[in-house]
Structures are given as C-alpha cells and as structure tokens.
C-alpha cells in the first residue's frame, strides 16, 4: 500500500505531459508525435510504424483498418490519436464507448502538417518544439516549391504493379507530390482514390514518366513495358523508382520523400530529352 500511495503521489508531481500514454492509430501520427518531442509518451502503435525507431520498437495495436480494442485497453492510454479519413468511424465509436480519449488529427495536404504539429504541440505540451518542428517544415515546403515552380511540366504515371496496373487520382498524396515537383498526374481525374487502368489508357496518356516504388517487381514492370513498346515511357530512362513510404507519410519525413522525387524528375528532365 505504501509503495502504491508513493507512486500514486509521484504521479501528481509530474508534469501532465509526463503522464501521457499515447497510441496512435496510423503511422504517420506516431511521427507527428515524435516530432513535437514526445516519442517518450507514446505506449502503442498502428502497423507499419517504421520511424523513429524508438516509435517502431513499440507494441502494435492492429493497422488503420483492423484495430484491436483490447490491445488498445492494455496499454492503459490517457488518449488515442486517430486518423481523420483513415480511421474507421467504427473504431472510433468503440474506443470511446469502452471509455477511452480519442483525439481525431486531419491531416489531408502538406499545408495541413505544420497546424498539426502545432495543435499536437498544445495539447501534448510541447508547445516549443511544436513551433520549432513547424518552422522548419514549412520553411523546407516553401523551399521546395519555391525551387521546382518553374520548371517543363512532364507527365506522370505513378504505376502500382502491372497486371493488371494501377495509379492513384489527384487526392492523393502521391499526386501532390508530383504536382510541387513540376510534374501532371495522367490519371488525376479518375473517380476513385486508387483503380486499375488498362494498358489501352496508358497508351492513350503517353506519360513522359513512369514512377513506382521500390517493392515493385522491376522485372514484371519492365516486361509490362515492352510490350507497350510504343510507348515514350519504354525508354529505360523515363522510369524513377522511389521510397512510396516516405512520399504517403503525412508528417516532416514526406519531405525527404518529395525532395527525392523531384530530384529524380530532374534526372528525367536531363536524360530523356
């Protein structure tokens, strides 16, 4: 009893942000948080966390589709962060109705990282590294598109597998990216987040560029363009493989990723003349 009573008043002392327990129910929530300077609150994550490593070293609690309540109420969290369009409204319902804080962030442009990190910095009590962590993301947002705003448009066909392939609409952030780099998405009207375009539409949109990621099967890709041979993007030099993860983290990190694609747009601009 005695040693309950003195870490129960230990408790009291603390700061409130010392006490937070945090579980973040898709990954890029758990790098905001790291971001403002409390990793060392966080109890729990969604899957696919990869980064800091002292974040992805934690317990896992299901991924943004398939949360595991349970898990959830183990790790005894103060609150939850929920994913704003990710996270099932179900699975919001549930935590709070087995009487668990859920806190829901909207993050649904790169505009909209630098508030998040911000309010994350206000309500974790970090308020300090929040405006650090924000200044210096949007000044490096701003550096980008300041850097990449003038240069030839080229046409872009971010390509996922190849049998059949598929690519992603403008509300994607993958289309985002490509858009501050200099780059159109071919397919940025199609009615869906993601669908399967026929090798017919490729061939109708004549992308100068193909961009994939680096878990794609290069040899199944580069067969899938031999036999669009016709095509300007079967020329070897118009393909750029790229870090998908880094590019669909809503959180600082995607900038390495859009800093890389533009980078590698600039190599097709170069050498595929």
Known sequence: MRRWLACAALALALPAAAQERIVTL????????CAVGACAQLAGVAAYTDAPATAAALPRIGDAQGVNPEAV????????????????????????????????????????????????????QRPQAAQQ????????????????ASRPRLRAFYQIESGPAYTV??????????????????????PTLSAAVSAEAVLAADPDVVVFTSDENRAALDAYW???????AADPRRRLQVDGTALTRQSPRVLDGIAALCEGLERVRRDAR
Do not use: K, M
């Open 26 to 33: 898709a990954p890029h929530l758990a790098e905001l948080v």
């Open 73 to 124: 109420l183990a790790l005894r969290p103060t609150r939850v962060l929920a994913w704003d369009g990710g996270t099932p409204t179900a699975t919001i319902a549930r935590l709070r109705g087995l009487g668990v804080r859920v806190d829901v962030l909207r993050v649904r442009s790169l505009d909209d990282i630098g508030p998040a990190l911000l309010h994350l910095g206000d309500e974790l």
């Open 133 to 148: 962590a924000a200044q210096a993301y949007n000044a490096r947002l701003a550096a980008l598109r300041q850097r990449y």
């Open 169 to 190: 609409n403008r509300d994607s952030p993958i289309s985002a990216a490509l858009t501050l780099c200099g780059a159109d998405n071919v397919f940025a009207q199609l």
């Open 226 to 232: 031999l036999r669009l041979g016709s095509a300007r």
